[in-house]
Nanobody, 115 residues
Framework: QVHLVESGGGLVHPGESLRLSCTAS????????VQWHRQAPGKQRDLLGA???????LYHGAAKGRTVISRDNTGNIWYLQMSSVKPDDAAVYYC?????????WGQGTQVTVSS
């Protein structure tokens, strides 16, 4: 199986950038894609984008154009980078992966946006 842990959340000021990490363990070599989602209080969980094993990245939603998903050289950490952060970006951010064992969610990391 695959276990995911997000990190890097915290307080961000409007206009700044953020970088979140999703560290995978277990059968990492079976991961087909890693997605980033977010959920603000009282709202549905929204897909921000995905990075596929072939290197293709697709982005969705309101943060499209400000978001980059990448993978580090060790192969077991995926990043979400977001620029020009806005108050509406405040949410719990989750990573999710599809692997040979099915889908796995991380526990989420909280991002607070405030001046």
């Amino acid at each position: 199986q695959v276990h995911l842990v997000e990190s890097g959340g915290g307080l961000v000021h409007p206009g700044e950038s953020l970088r979140l990490s999703c560290t995978a363990s277990g059968s990492v070599n079976t991961i087909k894609d890693v997605q980033w989602h977010r959920q603000a209080p009282g709202k549905q969980r929204d897909l921000l984008g995905a990075l596929y094993s072939d290197g293709q990245a697709l982005y969705h939603g309101a943060a499209k154009g400000r978001t980059v998903i990448s993978r580090d050289n060790t192969g077991n950490i995926w990043y979400l980078q977001m620029s020009s952060v806005k108050p509406d970006d405040a949410a719990v951010y989750y990573c999710y992966c599809n692997s040979a064992f099915g889908g796995s969610w991380g526990q989420g990391t909280q991002v607070t946006v405030s001046s």
